[in-house]
């Protein structure tokens, strides 16, 4: 296992993606951003970041919490989101944003699951993620009582200078340098 402090993922310049306009518009995200899709295409060469809470049902616990703060590049966001024909574009921060704020955001997991979700980067650049993570039970959060953090929050950094910009500063949406995205989106 790797310590999470001396970990960086590195995010590929072929995942500089054209988002389609029904994404963007559900979203607010820009038209083009490094994705890495919820679906897992090219996994041979592009990150599947996800979570999972399989493991919390040995402790006792039902349902997981992830509180995700941030640094990155000057202007540099972070979006997370599902996407599906049956559902459509959905938020899976708590309070129901489309890109993570920097000084924090929290996501629940209600049930033991594996899951990924897509998540975008607007800028070329080194984003450096928080992640602290809690538990409970349902009986718990519907009685009001606060979740049990881990005596070890996990700190990660994550994606990365991908290699589409000389400047980490540089904004991505140079015309002709993105590629459509293959299923992000609920369709036309």
Same mark, same amino acid.
């Given at each position: 296992?790797?310590?999470?402090? /001396? $970990? ?6 072929? $995942?500089? +993606? ?19 899709? /919820?679906?897992?295409?090219? /996994?041979? +060469? ?34 997370? %989101?599902?996407?599906? %024909? ?11 944003? %489309? ?9 629940? /997991? ?10 975008? %980067? ?5 984003? +450096? ?36 910009? #000389?400047?980490?500063?540089? #904004? ?13 989106? #609920?369709?036309?």
């Amino acid at each position: 296992m790797r310590e999470p402090e /001396q $970990t960086l993922l590195a995010v590929n310049k072929s $995942t500089l +993606t054209q988002i389609p306009g029904s994404v963007s518009q559900a979203t607010g995200a820009p038209a083009t951003a490094y994705l890495l899709g /919820q679906s897992g295409d090219n /996994q041979a +060469t592009v990150l599947w970041p996800g979570w999972d809470t399989l493991g919390v049902t040995a402790g006792g616990y039902d349902a997981a919490r992830f509180h995700i703060t941030y640094t990155g590049p000057e202007n540099g966001r972070i979006y997370a %989101f599902t996407s599906s %024909f049956t559902e459509g574009t959905k938020a899976v921060t708590n309070d129901g944003s %489309f890109d993570l704020a920097p000084e924090g955001d929290d996501i629940d /997991q209600p049930y033991a699951a594996h899951k990924h979700v897509n998540w975008l %980067f607007t800028r070329a650049g080194r984003y +450096t993620l928080t992640v602290q993570a809690s538990a409970w039970t349902p009986w718990q959060h519907r009685r009001g009582l606060r979740p049990v953090r881990g005596p070890h929050p996990t700190r990660s950094t994550s994606p990365t200078r991908p290699r589409a910009s #000389p400047s980490p500063d540089r #904004p991505l949406d140079r015309p002709g340098s993105a590629r459509p995205a293959p299923g992000v989106g #609920p369709g036309p």
